[in-house]
């Protein structure tokens, strides 16, 4: 069992910048892929980004690359989003997520389905 924690949202002006933490409860989290989803009011989730365990893959929505990095820290069982030059339409409840597969690199992480735990959500609100 995985817990998951995210903060770091809040409100922005459109090119700036804010940082989402995702803490990991457990004592084999670091051996868990991890993603982040976003979801605007009306719309349905969508893919983000993913590491996997090792950090060694990592993949992006086409329309976040060159501006968001995803990183983690096994260490502290924290991953990250960096998120700069934000625009209006990342504005969304921020999620992030791990599959219920330890040290799997097999697995697709760019589909919710693979996931298995959730955090609880932070919003982000970019204003133009």
């Known amino acids: 069992q995985v817990q998951l924690v995210e903060s770091g949202g809040g409100l922005v002006q459109a090119g700036g910048s804010l940082r989402l933490s995702c803490a990991a409860s457990?004592?084999?989290?670091?051996?868990?892929?991890m993603g982040w989803f976003r979801q605007a009011p009306g719309k349905e989730r969508e893919f983000v980004a993913a590491?996997?365990?090792?950090?060694?893959?990592?993949y992006y929505l086409d329309s976040v690359k060159g501006r968001f990095t995803i990183s983690r820290d096994n260490a502290k069982n924290t991953v990250y989003l960096q998120m700069n030059s934000l625009k209006p339409e990342d504005t969304a409840v921020y999620y992030c997520a791990a599959p219920d597969r330890l040290r799997d690199d097999t697995i697709v992480l760019v589909t919710s389905v693979t996931y298995d735990y959730w955090g609880q959500g932070t919003q982000v609100t970019v204003s133009s």
């Open positions: 590491i996997n365990w090792s950090g060694s893959s990592i």
């Open positions: 457990g004592r084999t989290a670091r051996s868990y892929a």
